[in-house]
């Protein structure tokens, strides 16, 4: 895992400054937003502001300045949802604002006549105008879940601002409608019908044009986003998992991370040479990498311009999640982003490995009762199972999966059994039964991937419920004692988060602020695994290896921070169907230069 820094990155002093936001584009965006507080403000409180026009309107026609309310109060609505891809500086957003503002400007001055308001729009438009070079950044992955997502929130923000609208003409309104009626007239609206509540004079036209263009809001971004062309999020192409398998082959010993570049839902950009290259995923706009990037440490440099080209064309933001100490270094010189530790990779040398000793005390008294209570354990490669058998596996490790989604991105490969992956180690335990479950007597699963020649690094640990505590242990140890037989002399385990400040903040002499931290930790451990991680893994004697993250600025680190738990799978803002509902997940795909005929003609049947 270690390894110089190259020889070539010491002697360049580039600087690939991520995408940072300009100035221009920010000060635009929050612009944007006010100026669209003000639409929905004029539209929603015809009085907003008194004009001195007040009283030649009351004598014209009142048709138009209900329309008028309605397309301020739209206007302003989109503004607010622009704004945040105006700071990003994308041209769609730029390209809305544009055809919006003069909108709102002319809603504003029939509406309530204000000059102001003209004045306000005409001076956020100027700039627009005068940097639009600025707002060229491309369109982000986008999928229908979008769709959706539009219609609840927008469904929701209708009705909370269809009851400020009902509610905002007090005096004018018959009766004392209660606050159901108001919610019924609100509903009602929303469709184009007149509900319960009646106002006197105008003020019913004015509610029914301004609830009506809120339904027809939502009704039209919502097929927007439906029927918009799809831009789905880059996959891993079959081209690309052969030259990144090249590299690994070569450079693979490099980084225990490596394999895991291979999950086809990963995107990936190479140097100029080809000889390395960086795979990453984009999540909520940020483009986020993982481990080192794969191939010759002599080339990263040139893998690292792309990647940061990337992100500047799409104005995302970027990222690396549990990249080396080596890593950190050639990221942060070369592009001129922060690293900061994330935590710590336990690794077991397996020739240092043994139960014996007291430190192992309580592994090996595990190991011991579980051994007696029947279970045996198998540790077998990938292309050594046969396919029933190989099925069977991946059946178990589905249905016994704790969450709705998979979980994992950086320390994950998201599949077993793939014949392209006929290296990875497989240990399962098994246990007779008097009456066997679904699948058999296998009761545990424990998934490695290679870590060059001489290396394997744990990918998942499942377990059948009812079997008995202690399986993880049990497997772990055996993989450990089977290793040599595969010729591996390392392991590494699991990724133990903000481990040195959970090891430090226990010991005595820990200053108030170590101790605060570690019980902050101890807190969100609830949660999250962060304390019986570190626990689980320090059982086994290992050496820990830090990890880092590079990001660009501290106030993008509460974004990043959400982009990975979304891809570890922590935190799911899609709305997937239950489990039941859901269709079994299709076998991986399978490369054509890996896998003979015969077993191509299993896997498709």
């Known amino acids: 895992m270690s390894g110089g820094v190259p020889s070539g990155a010491r002697n360049t002093r580039r600087v690939l400054r991520g995408p940072r936001p300009e100035a221009v584009p920010v000060l635009v965006a929050r612009a944007c937003a006010l100026v669209g507080v003000l639409d929905i403000a004029a539209g929603v409180f015809p009085r907003f ?250 080339a990263w440099p040139g893998a690292i311009e792309r990647f940061m080209d990337e992100a500047r064309a799409h104005s995302w933001t970027p990222a690396v999640m549990g990249c080396s100490e080596t890593g950190g270094e050639v990221w942060t010189r070369e592009t001129g982003l922060d690293a900061l530790e994330l935590g710590d990779e336990a690794v077991v040398d397996v020739a240092d490995f043994s139960l014996a000793g007291r430190a192992m005390r309580n592994v090996r008294q595990m190991v011991k009762r579980i051994e007696r209570a029947g279970y045996e354990t198998r540790v077998r490669r990938v292309r050594d199972l046969g396919e029933a058998e190989l099925e069977r596996i991946r059946q178990a490790a589905e249905d016994w999966r704790g969450t709705d989604t998979e979980r994992g991105f950086s320390m994950a490969l998201g599949r077993i059994g793939d014949a392209s992956d006929g290296d990875c180690l497989i240990a399962t335990a098994h246990k007779a039964d008097e009456q066997p479950g679904p699948y058999g007597d296998l009761k545990a699963i424990l998934h490695f991937v290679p870590w060059g020649t001489d290396g394997a690094s744990l990918d998942l640990m499942r377990r059948d419920r009812s079997a008995d505590p202690g399986m993880n242990e049990l497997l772990i140890v055996a993989a450990l004692q089977a290793a040599p037989k595969f010729d591996i002399t390392r392991v590494s385990l699991n990724f133990a988060m903000f481990r040195s400040a959970l090891a430090r903040g226990e010991k005595i002499g820990a200053g108030p602020v170590l101790r605060a931290w570690r019980g902050l930790l101890v807190f969100l451990s609830r949660w999250f695994q962060i304390e019986s991680l570190y626990k689980f893994n320090a059982k086994f004697q290992p050496r820990w290896e830090p990890r880092f993250v590079v990001y660009r600025a501290s106030a993008d680190l509460p974004r990043i921070g959400l982009a990975a738990m979304q891809a570890e799978g922590f935190v799911n803002l899609a709305l997937p169907l239950p489990r039941f509902l859901r269709r079994r997940q299709k076998p991986a795909r399978v490369c054509a230069h890996s896998v003979s005929e015969r077993d191509a003609r299993a896997r498709v049947a």
């Open 49 to 298: 502001r008194h004009s001195r026009m007040h009283s030649i309107a009351e004598v014209l026609p009142g048709s138009f300045g209900p329309f008028a309310a309605a397309l301020s109060l739209s206007a302003g609505i989109l503004l607010l949802l622009l704004a945040h891809g105006l700071r990003r500086g994308k041209r769609r957003a730029w390209r809305a604002a544009v055809a919006l503002l003069p909108a709102g400007a002319v809603a504003q001055f029939t509406y309530r006549h204000s000059l102001i308001g003209v004045v306000i729009s005409a001076a956020l438009l100027a700039p627009l105008l005068r940097h639009r070079d600025q707002f060229a950044a491309l369109p982000d992955p986008r999928s229908r879940w979008r769709a959706l997502a539009n219609f609840v929130l927008m469904s929701a923000g209708s009705l909370a601002l269809g009851l400020v609208i009902v509610s905002v003409h007090p005096n004018r309104m018959v009766g004392d409608p209660s606050l159901a009626d108001r919610i019924t007239h609100v509903l009602y609206g929303l469709f184009g019908f007149e509900g319960p509540v009646d106002y006197q004079g105008n003020t019913s036209w004015t509610v029914g044009f301004s609830l009506g263009a809120l339904g027809l809001l939502t009704a039209v971004t919502t097929i927007y986003l439906a029927f918009r062309p799809e831009h789905p999020a880059a996959r891993l192409t079959e081209e690309d998992e052969v030259r990144l398998r090249a590299l690994l082959d070569k450079h693979g010993r490099r980084d225990s991370l490596g394999h895991f570049a291979l999950r086809r839902d990963k995107a990936v950009v190479f140097s100029p040479s080809g000889k390395a290259a960086v795979t990453y995923r984009v999540v909520s706009g940020v483009m986020l990498a993982s481990g080192d990037p794969i191939g010759d440490v002599e």
